[in-house]
């Protein structure tokens, strides 16, 4: 088992910048992947980045490449998504996950508890 938890999400002008953390416990070793995903109302979660756990090798969607970075404090079982120039279509909740190794929500096993970002125009 891996337990998620969030925090870091807010309320934020275009343009300005959040960190998200994602603390994790437990069997952290058996997951080569952290990642975040997003999720807006009626629709399904989508891939924003991850990491992978044993070099740091970051991979990134489109959408968010050269704004959003990913990092991890392996000492601390924690990662972080630093978003900067954020645009209002960035808006959504933020889910970190574990125990996948690809860019598909439905191949994680574990999920945090979502936290809210708000871009305002």
């Known amino acids: 088992q891996v337990q998620l938890v969030e925090s870091g999400g807010g309320l934020v002008q275009a343009g300005g910048s959040l960190r998200l953390s994602c603390a994790a416990s437990?069997?952290?070793?058996?997951?080569?992947?952290m990642a975040w995903f997003r999720q807006t109302p009626g629709k399904e979660r989508d891939f924003v980045a991850a990491?992978?756990?044993?070099?740091?090798?970051?991979y990134y969607a489109d959408s968010v490449k050269g704004r959003f970075t990913i990092s991890r404090e392996n000492a601390k079982n924690t990662a972080y998504l630093q978003m900067n120039s954020l645009k209002p279509e960035d808006t959504a909740v933020y889910y970190c996950?574990?125990?996948?190794?690809?860019?598909?929500?439905?191949?994680?096993?574990?999920w945090g508890q979502g936290t809210q970002v708000t871009v305002s125009s």
């Open positions: 996950a574990a125990g996948g190794s690809s860019t598909l929500a439905y191949e994680y096993d574990y």
């Open positions: 437990g069997r952290t070793f058996s997951s080569p992947l």
């Open positions: 990491i992978r756990w044993s070099d740091g090798r970051p």
